[in-house]
């Protein structure tokens, strides 16, 4: 099963800047793993189910691996402390990541 890196980026109380994120941190994502990539997908949060709630996430990042051994030697490139570093020019919270596989094709 392909392994799908989810990011998922609370909202708070500073805006996640969407058009920094979309015009340098995602260039620098394609730099540094896009050869251990399939795709990626970015979603903007935009709105609750529950009425009157504040936003969860302010965005989602979904990044599909070509392998289980490209998503481990991504994790383990020596630049992917470079991501890390740049999370604060878009967002003042690090996201909360989490390993999936889709279960429908």
Request: aromatic share 10%.
């Amino acid at each position: 099963m392909q392994p799908i890196l989810t990011l998922f980026y609370p909202a708070t109380t500073r805006d996640f800047d969407v058009t920094y994120y979309a015009g340098q941190h995602l260039p620098l994502v394609d730099r540094i793993w896009g050869s251990f990539l399939d795709r990626v997908e970015v979603l903007k949060g935009v709105t609750s189910l529950v009425p009157g709630a504040a936003l969860p996430f302010a965005a989602l990042t979904v990044l599909y691996f070509k392998s289980d051994a490209d998503l481990q030697e991504a994790l383990a490139h020596p630049d992917a402390v470079l991501l890390q570093q740049d999370i604060a020019r878009f967002s003042d919270v690090s996201p909360i990541g989490q390993v999936n596989v889709a279960v429908t094709a």
